[in-house]
């Protein structure tokens, strides 16, 4: 499925077929751009970027490479082929044919998984637009601006969607999607996560590890949904999410490559003889990983929801890579263990687990989550290093379901407020961890240079060399 980009807005939904769905989209077109250019990456309108845009959905070669001025980018709207004998695997409706239309019984909740997943794109733009201006290469610089022009056609995915399945009502939703801010105090974005600051490129490198992550999660469950446009739209979103991991996971490995280097080179393990030279001490990152984990991992919701349930039953939404699991994908009478408090301790309790099912897949992100932080430890043992970062227990630092507000230490000991208050600084970030952090950021824009807290990535993007001008200011 070739992507046409002699349309107005480049797809392979046949767009120019449904008169009234493209003039629709071509009328939103516009708020788009004004969002773009209001909440975008900050000062890069002139810029030209070295970016990959989306030629096909075939997975062998679905993009190409080139210098793109951002407002310029070609956002459109992408979708995997059709099966037609696709079929629902999970759930009340197993076994029947995957929809093309919207149930009318269950309109109300694909909308609001719709609005959901395109709010939090947006969002993520938002939070990282002025990052450009502290950029520590030109190569971290085009990553962040990959990230977010794919953001913003990811944006565009379920856009299409609303206009295309929700008539009026998905109309209005798409033009509330460019009138919410993060952080906005009266008209802020859905999820707490994407109301959080990014204020510095250790917290992009996290955010793009441990919240894109999620997107990887919460798009793979989508990318089960009876609801076929749903499913095939996500599975694209996937590929070029992939990327957005890799910018976070290599990015915080490359952040401590050069930390270790800097304590090898000076013999100690001071952190302030570590920060001294310029470098960003190991227990911060820690404390980095603390707060970005703990905070990411409030996105999957409510350990215990009947919300979950609904979706799964009605065939809306289901586990992550639900067609390898070896139940009845239909879970009635199956239970799943959930944390409560009982005195000072956390226990596991038994409940449904149709009603446990944002706690399965909050336990197969922390699974898949570990992997990657193993890979940095790898970085660190490699340098002869005696530390190791640990991804805090799933109760510490809560600010959804039962354990809200439930002083957790990161070891997973529930503590009293005067231990917590005696913790906090070596646990989460402090505002002088943050303000030193920030004291380091520095736009960095000869080809090749890379600033001195960070170290070089072992290959450059698309087999380019590291001095590739992968951003041309004008």
């Known amino acids: 499925m070739n992507i046409d980009y002699g349309e107005k807005i480049p797809n392979n939904v046949e ?18 751009l004004g969002w773009w250019r209001e909440m975008g990456p900050d000062g890069s309108a002139g810029f030209d970027v070295y970016l990959r845009t989306a030629v096909s959905v075939d997975p062998k070669g679905w993009a190409q490479f080139g210098y793109v001025k951002m407002p310029d980018y070609r956002w459109g709207i992408f979708l995997n082929p059709q099966h037609e004998a696709r079929r629902i695997h999970f759930g009340d409706h197993l076994g029947e044919a995957a929809w093309q239309e919207v149930p009318g019984e269950h309109r109300a909740n694909l909308r609001r998984i719709i609005v959901t997943q395109g709010d939090t794109e947006p969002a993520s733009v938002e939070q990282q637009r002025h990052l450009g201006l502290t950029a520590p290469s030109l190569y971290d610089l085009r990553n962040l601006f990959q990230v977010n022009v794919e953001e913003g056609r990811h944006l565009w995915a379920m856009v299409y969607l609303l206009h295309r399945y929700f008539g009026r009502d998905g109309r209005e939703e798409a033009e509330a999607l460019l009138e919410r801010r993060s952080g906005d105090r009266d008209n802020p974005r859905i999820l707490g996560a994407f109301n959080e600051r990014t204020p510095d490129w250790l917290a992009f490198f996290m955010f793009t590890y441990f919240t894109d992550r ?21 599975r694209f979103m996937l590929t070029e999410e992939a990327h957005h991991m890799f910018v976070g996971e290599s990015g915080v490995a490359r952040v401590l490559q050069r930390s270790c280097e800097v304590m090898n080179q000076l013999r100690t393990d001071d952190p302030a003889r570590v920060r001294a ?128 507000g439930v002083r957790v230490a990161p070891d997973g000991r529930i503590v009293s407020e005067a231990e917590w208050q005696a913790g906090e600084r070596d646990w989460l970030p402090t505002e002088a961890d943050r303000a030193f952090v920030a004291s380091l950021m520095g736009r960095v824009v000869e080809p090749g240079r890379f600033a001195g807290w960070i170290a070089p990535p072992a290959s450059g993007i698309n087999r380019q060399p590291l001095d590739f001008e992968y951003v041309r200011f004008g």
């Open 214 to 234: 999620d997107g990887k999660f919460q798009l793979c469950a989508l990318a089960e949904s009876g609801f076929d446009p749903l499913a095939r739209t996500t």
């Open 277 to 404: 030279a310029g470098a960003i001490d190991l227990a911060t990152i820690q404390r980095y990983l603390n707060f970005h984990f703990s905070v990411t991992i409030d996105l999957f919701g409510a350990d215990q929801s009947s919300n979950a349930a609904i979706f799964y039953s009605s065939g809306l939404k289901g586990r992550f890579e639900e067609e390898k699991r070896s139940d009845d994908h239909v879970l009635k009478g199956q239970s799943y263990g959930v944390l409560e408090v009982r005195g000072d301790r956390l226990v596991e309790k038994p409940v449904p687990m149709l009603n446990a099912l944002n706690e399965v897949l909050r336990d197969d992100y922390i699974k898949d989550s570990i992997g990657g932080v193993e890979r940095w430890n790898r970085v660190i043992e490699k340098a002869g290093i005696p530390f190791r970062l640990k991804v805090p227990h799933k109760a510490f630092h809560r600010r959804i379901g039962t354990l809200s």
């Open 15 to 32: 767009l120019a077929g449904d008169k009234v769905l493209q003039r629709a989209l071509e009328h939103w077109q516009p708020g788009f």
